[in-house]
């Protein structure tokens, strides 16, 4: 069955270092996105991607980079992880060419940074 | 910018009874889509229902059904015959219309089912 992963699942980094999150997805969907989800605040958009080699900023972006090489993968790098980027992340995808297309998200990850 | 706003962090029903969460959004857009999602405990993110902004008729799925109220920006979820499975938080989001993609969310309201 085609289906969207994340790892890892849980991740725990030091302030400063470089985290990449994965995002895999064997739905062939030409969209892909990441949020954060942190209490009172719900699921908030960090970037997003239409296609292989197109990016774009979402709401909560600072901190962060995305790359879109194949349709398949859309990596979150956390340049120099700050305390504040402690979140959950969730990836998701969506079919292109919908009138009501529908995201599916993957099982998210949780992320400390000390 | 669509803003998203649940007002009801918190609710309770009890097993078998029915329950309605709410949702309001602001947009100056006249098309667009409106989505429940549920997370349980599992933090699996679960789409419930979709309602598009052009139609008139409120969807329904099963037991869930919404009451859009287009004039008035709102978007509420009623859970009838509510199970112990209800239990979770449900995120109302906002898409604009075509070619947007991307969603908004609301903050969510966890909601109990009491035995």
């Known amino acids: 069955d085609a289906e969207i992963t994340q790892s890892p699942r849980h991740k725990i980094t030091e302030t400063g270092r470089q985290v990449t999150l994965a995002c895999h997805q064997t739905?062939?969907?030409?969209?892909m996105f990441w949020y954060r989800q942190d209490l009172g605040h719900g699921l908030r958009l960090i970037h997003y991607?239409?296609?292989?080699?197109?990016?774009n900023k979402g709401e909560v972006s600072d901190g962060y980079s995305v790359s879109r090489s194949n349709t398949e993968d859309l990596p979150l790098t956390l340049e120099s992880a700050a305390s504040s980027q402690t979140s959950v992340y969730f990836c998701?995808?969506?079919?292109?060419?919908?009138?009501?297309?529908?995201?599916?998200f993957g099982p998210g990850t949780r992320l400390t940074v000390l | 910018a669509q803003t998203v706003t649940q007002s009801q962090p918190e609710m309770s029903v009890q097993e078998a009874e029915t329950v309605t969460l709410s949702c309001t959004y602001d947009?100056?857009?006249?098309?667009?889509?409106l989505f429940w999602y549920k997370q349980p405990p599992s933090r699996q993110m679960i789409l419930v229902i979709r309602?598009?902004?052009?139609?008139?008729q409120n969807a329904t799925e099963n037991r869930f059904s919404v009451n859009f109220q287009k004039a008035a920006k709102s978007f509420s979820l009623k859970i009838s015959d509510s199970q112990l499975g209800d239990a979770a938080m449900y995120f109302c989001?906002?898409?604009?219309?075509?070619?947007?993609?991307?969603?908004?969310f609301g903050s969510g309201t966890q909601l109990t089912v009491l035995p």
């Open positions: 998701a995808s969506s079919e292109d060419g919908g009138v009501v297309d529908t995201q599916y």
């Open positions: 739905w062939n969907h030409n969209n």
């Open positions: 991607s239409y296609g292989v080699q197109d990016t």
């Open positions: 947009t100056s857009e006249s098309d667009y889509y």
């Open positions: 309602q598009e902004a052009y139609k008139q």
């Open positions: 989001a906002y898409r604009r219309p075509w070619p947007a993609r991307q969603l908004t």
